[in-house]
T-cell receptor, first 111, second 113 residues
């Protein structure tokens, strides 16, 4: 099946730093989604992207739909403690009506 | 609106036991789905439904059954639990088929011994 590769697997940053993470696929996607999951909770949608080259912001978060349609990027500016969590990229599964997820990027903010 | 609700929050089963994980949504969404989340694996689609009376298999359907008798409810059944089904299970919904922005429930953590 389709695989989404996320990097980095984890990030240890200081409060106030900017964060960048990405997601790549061997297949073309028509939609990219970015979710955040906090401990003991379900994933929460952050940003949805529908068009190659699209750049969309949600507060301090900005995501881009790569021109090749095989990658997407998420940036967080001026990180704060509540940004801690696991960030997942996701896209439509080929052959079934649901989402395929990357393995996530763990964001840890050091005091 | 409560959104997507799941019960129970935690469950421990013995191998071979059966149980049903409950999922309900009050947003009148046509599409509902079940995922499992294992450490280091992300979320994987088990089954989904595009409306009452219609269900289909996802990526990892073996060992699970579903039915959709109402728009609101989409239960997941384990007929004979196995240790490999130890996981966190999430239910999700979206307004319709092809609308990929899915809303997730809080999850059920299942342990099979």
């Amino acid at each position: 099946g389709q695989q989404l590769n996320q990097s980095p697997q984890s990030m240890f940053i200081q409060e106030g730093e900017d964060v960048s993470m990405n997601c790549t696929s061997s297949s073309i996607f028509n939609t990219w989604l970015w979710y955040k999951q906090e401990p003991g909770e379900g994933p929460v949608l952050l940003i949805a992207l529908y068009k190659a080259g699209e750049l969309t912001s949600n507060g301090r978060l900005t995501a881009q739909f790569g021109i090749t349609r095989k990658d997407s990027f998420l940036n967080i500016s001026a990180s704060i403690p509540s940004d801690v969590g696991i960030y997942f990229c996701a896209g439509p599964i080929g052959g079934a009506d649901g989402l395929t997820f990357g393995k996530g990027t763990h964001l840890i903010i050091q005091p | 609106n409560a959104g997507v609700t799941q019960t129970p929050k935690f469950q421990v089963l013995k191998t071979g036991q059966s149980m049903t994980l409950q999922c309900a949504q009050d947003m009148n969404h046509e599409y509902m789905s079940w995922y499992r989340q294992d450490p280091g694996m992300g979320l994987r689609l088990i089954h989904y439904s595009v409306g009452a009376g219609i269900t289909d298999q996802g990526e990892v359907p073996n060992g699970y059954n579903v039915s959709r008798s109402t728009t609101e409810d989409f239960p997941l059944r384990l007929l004979s639990a196995a240790p490999s089904q130890t996981s966190v299970y999430f239910c999700a919904s979206s307004p319709r088929l092809g609308f990929y922005e899915q809303y997730f429930g809080p999850g059920t953590r299942l342990t099979v011994t």
